[in-house]
């Protein structure tokens, strides 16, 4: 007899180790598409695999082996029997069990830390075990979410069985090695999960003879649209569960499963996502929930006496912010009008600390021409800030005093929260937006405007100086927020589209550049791998920038060519591996990438898979708050 049994199907592969009775090997491919994929990478930790705990002292003394069945019998006379049901589904069969230890798996994180969804909120538990970033408790079914692979739900016979996860890193890899000057939050000591493992072990509550495990392979998540049976968007359905990520210690959702979301840069880009949803999917409804606790602690936690809200004030748990990531404020903002989409409860219960927060925004108008100006100068990268470091989503520059960016985000988030109010009967609270709404449209396009590059610029300093590198976002944000003409908007995108086109960047496969033109060494950071031009935020290509960009194209006429683009990036999405994991090293995750395709991403950003909404927004013209009504 072989030492392995193997098998598998379009959906599902698995080997059953038949000296020691575990499973040795294990893949999934929710859309069994590629069989190759998860008969090739296993998602199990070699070495580890899948053991029954009965098992764990000793060997089977029996076992029969069939072509749906492995069963094997110890001399105590405990069993297990790994039955393929389906072609989704394995059932593991488990008579005479420890309860302490039903039944254990390592997952390998080849490509990035599972994210596990429950419909209960899981309970964190202490771990004696120094390399622990996160040990929690949860219910069962589980709903684990490998990127790149899909869903796989683990289910019980027994409603006594729960689960119990140990987060654990290496202890080989516990630090990034960025440079002697760069030691400033996390940057050096943050856990490199990368080089770790998930560390599952079922337990019951209460005696159990015997019970069964279900591990099924779940469809892809995806929210319907028009074209879904068109293989051109297999990209998108194999990758929209990506952009969310669960913090298991917060229960929120930031960048990736370690950085916590409350009071974050990227937060309104997860309430984008998640106004189109599958409403027959259990796990938009669980997704949905963790935002919404994501947004309330972002006001409740991070929300200074001021009314700004900021990651710092939740990390040093001050009564004031330093002002790092100044569109927190506006993003809490939209956060909270987008939860009311489909909870109006809770956005109304949040509703006074959103207002304190737009009053926090008016404030920015110091010379009262109707533009926010934050206390950054921006004359050039590293200069003292007014209060603290501030800093928005392109923090590789020295964006500051007039930034086009922070500037679209508050226009949204007034524009927003005054269609709330005036929604809930509250017109004349919102009188205030309106009016500073009005000042702004009067004002913006001439503030921004550079008829040097005739394109938007990207900040205007302190000292008065524009900053202008063809900033994609610049124009493209404008025309969804309805602040750049279609007209004008379709030249200036063609004049970027020529840009890239001279520069060499191609169909564009791997995103779009967040500039076209080199920014100067005085406006960008003083690190080679991340600061030379094409690489990560300077001129490299990212997903995240697409959604505004390919959404701008189709809403001026561009259809043919946003196609063109679209497609080309999904069927990157759809072919290659696009979630490196969290923190393998600076420069090499897949979030960015250079032109040729080569990494230069800053961690793993789950904001890389934004680009997806285009297709709603743009491509099928779905309404959404991200898009102007």
């Known amino acids: ?77 405990s069993s297990v029997n790994y039955k393929m049901v389906d072609e989704h589904t394995l059932n593991i069969e488990l008579d005479k069990v420890d309860i302490k230890d039903i039944f254990s798996t390592r997952f390998s994180i080849k490509t990035a830390p599972p994210t596990i969804w429950t419909k209960k909120q899981p309970k964190s538990l202490k771990s004696k075990n120094a390399l622990t970033i996160y040990k929690s408790r949860y219910d069962l079914p589980l709903y684990i979410h490998f990127p790149d692979f899909g869903r796989l739900e683990i289910s019980s016979s027994s409603p006594d069985v729960y689960c119990v996860e140990e987060l654990q890193m290496s202890g080989d890899f516990v630090g990034l090695d960025l440079g002697y000057e760069n030691h400033s939050y996390n940057h050096n000591r943050i856990h490199a999960l990368h080089y770790g493992s998930s560390y599952l072990t079922f337990k019951s509550k209460n005696p159990l003879e015997s019970v069964n495990l279900t591990f099924k392979v779940m469809d892809e998540c995806y929210p319907p649209f028009p074209y879904e049976k068109d293989e051109r968007y297999n990209g998108l359905k194999r990758n929209w569960l990506n952009a969310f990520a669960m913090n298991r210690e917060l229960f929120d959702m930031g960048d990736n499963i370690y950085f916590h979301g409350t009071g974050h840069l990227a937060i309104h880009m997860k309430s984008d996502l998640l106004q189109m949803v599958n409403e027959d999917d259990e796990q938009f409804k669980i997704i949905r929930r963790v935002y919404e606790r994501q947004v309330e602690r972002s006001f409740l936690e991070s929300q200074a006496e001021n009314g700004e809200v900021s990651v710092c004030c939740f990390r040093k748990q001050k ?204 406006d960008t950071i003083n690190w080679p791998c991340m600061s030379d031009w094409g690489r990560y935020e300077n001129g490299g290509l990212n997903g995240m920038n697409g959604f505004h960009f390919l959404t701008s194209m189709y809403k001026v006429g561009l259809e043919k060519e946003a196609d063109k683009i679209l497609f080309a990036i999904l069927n990157t999405y759809e072919k290659q591996m696009t979630h490196s994991g969290l923190m393998p090293g600076y420069c090499q995750s897949v979030d960015w990438r250079t032109k040729e395709g080569v990494s230069c991403g800053y961690n793993y950003l789950a904001d890389n898979y934004y680009f997806l909404l285009s297709v709603y927004a743009g491509k099928c013209k779905m309404p959404h708050p991200a898009v102007v009504r």
């Open 1 to 77: 007899m072989s030492k392995y049994a193997c098998y598998g199907s379009d959906f599902i592969s698995y080997t059953i180790d038949n000296e020691k009775g575990k499973i040795a090997f294990f893949g999934i491919e929710s859309s069994g598409r590629d069989r190759d994929k998860h008969a090739s990478y296993n998602l199990m930790l070699p070495a580890y695999g899948g053991m029954f705990g009965a098992f764990k002292k000793s060997k089977p003394v029996s076992s029969k082996i069939t072509d749906n069945n492995a069963f094997f019998k110890n001399e105590n006379g």
């Open 319 to 522: 009564k004031k912010t330093d002002g790092c990531a100044a569109d927190s404020t506006p993003g809490a903002i939209i956060g909270l009008t987008g939860i009311s989409n489909w909870n109006l409860p809770l956005a109304k219960k949040l509703l006074p600390n959103a207002i304190k927060a737009a009053d926090y925004i008016l404030t920015l108008d110091t010379d009262g021409d109707g533009i926010f100006e934050i206390p950054y100068p921006g004359d050039y990268i590293g200069q003292p800030a007014d209060n603290g470091y501030y800093c928005n989503w392109w923090d590789n520059f020295a964006f500051g005093h007039k930034d086009i960016y922070i500037n679209y985000l508050c226009h949204r988030a007034l524009r927003e929260i005054s269609q709330l109010l005036e929604k809930i009967g509250k017109g004349d609270q919102a009188k205030k937006y309106r009016e500073q709404l009005e000042r702004f449209d009067k004002s913006f396009f001439d503030t921004f405007y550079n008829p040097e590059t005739e394109l938007m610029a990207g900040w205007i300093s302190r000292n008065g100086k524009v900053h202008d590198y063809g900033f994609t976002f610049a124009v493209s944000m404008g025309i969804d927020e309805g602040l750049i003409p279609h007209d004008i908007g379709e030249k200036m995108i063609k004049k970027l589209l020529a840009h890239m086109e001279k520069e060499g960047y191609g169909d564009l496969r791997f995103g779009i550049p967040g500039n076209v033109m080199p920014v100067a060494q005085t």
